[in-house]
């Protein structure tokens, strides 16, 4: 059964730093990876997949790495801005043998970003 | 063109009541997904469409829910006898799903219904 966890739980950093999210899954038979983004009272927006032939995806100022091997994907966003406040969700499939392609979520990280 | 949409956006009912959730995919997609966000706890997978057939249900809580989809787009989601632990965000999700092409399915969300029971 694939389980996913996401650290840290919260991130509260200053405008302007580069910042790393991470997701770790127990699975590494995958289809792919995507990472979304959910505003307070909101739903989710994607951000980003990645295909498990991937390594990376970049979009704009994010960039998403995914390593099988060892069950990880980090997400990175640089310079960040008050706008990027929000909880931050990785999810993948439920498992290579299931069909559903149901996600399993990880519980999320709540960026605050400082002015 | 348009994303996933879900009605009602807010949705107050008195414990017992029974309430109705409507989700309308994005035109052309073979799936559909609904998903349940408690306050402060993850996403819930519930129910998952494939056409109009539900092929997996493993996540409905109880009897009490059940969800049916038609015409191979807008899907319903029923909730009998509502209780006050059933209060939670409501998301439905599609997808353009082909076997063919399983690493490049992206599931896309939309607004949620905010469901709260008295």
């Known amino acids: 059964k694939q389980e996913v966890t996401q650290i840290p739980a919260a991130l509260s950093v200053p405008e302007g730093e580069n910042l790393v999210l991470n997701c770790s899954f127990t699975?590494?038979?995958?289809?792919?990876l995507q990472w979304f983004r959910q505003d307070p009272g909101k739903g989710l927006t994607s951000l980003l997949l990645?295909?498990?032939?991937?390594r990376e995806q970049t979009s704009g100022r994010l960039n998403a790495s995914l390593d099988k091997s060892s069950g990880r994907s980090t997400l990175y966003i640089a310079a960040s801005q008050p706008g990027d406040s929000a909880t931050y969700l990785c999810?993948?499939?439920?498992?290579?043998?299931?069909?559903?392609?149901?996600?399993?979520f990880g519980s999320g990280t709540r960026l605050l970003v400082r002015p | 063109g348009a994303g996933v949409s879900q009605s009602p956006s807010n949705k107050v009912t008195e414990k017992g009541k029974d309430v109705e959730l409507r989700c309308d995919p994005i035109?052309?997609?073979?799936?559909l997904y609904w998903y349940r966000q408690r306050l402060g706890q993850g996403l819930e997978f519930l129910i998952y469409?494939?056409?109009?057939?539900?092929?997996?249900k493993s996540g409905l809580p109880s009897d009490r829910f059940s969800a049916e989809r038609t015409g191979e787009s807008v899907s319903t989601l029923t909730i009998q006898r509502t209780q006050q632990e059933d209060s939670a965000v409501y998301l439905c999700?599609?997808?353009?799903?082909?076997?063919?092409?399983?690493?490049?399915?992206?599931?896309?969300f939309g607004p949620g219904t905010r469901l709260t029971v008295t």
């Open positions: 999810a993948l499939p439920g498992g290579k043998m299931d069909s559903s392609y149901k996600l399993i």
């Open positions: 699975d590494s038979a995958i289809y792919n």
């Open positions: 469409f494939q056409g109009n057939s539900a092929p997996d």
């Open positions: 035109s052309g997609h073979t799936a």
């Open positions: 990645i295909q498990s032939s991937q």
């Open positions: 999700a599609s997808s353009l799903v082909g076997i063919w092409d399983r690493d490049n399915y992206e599931q896309y």
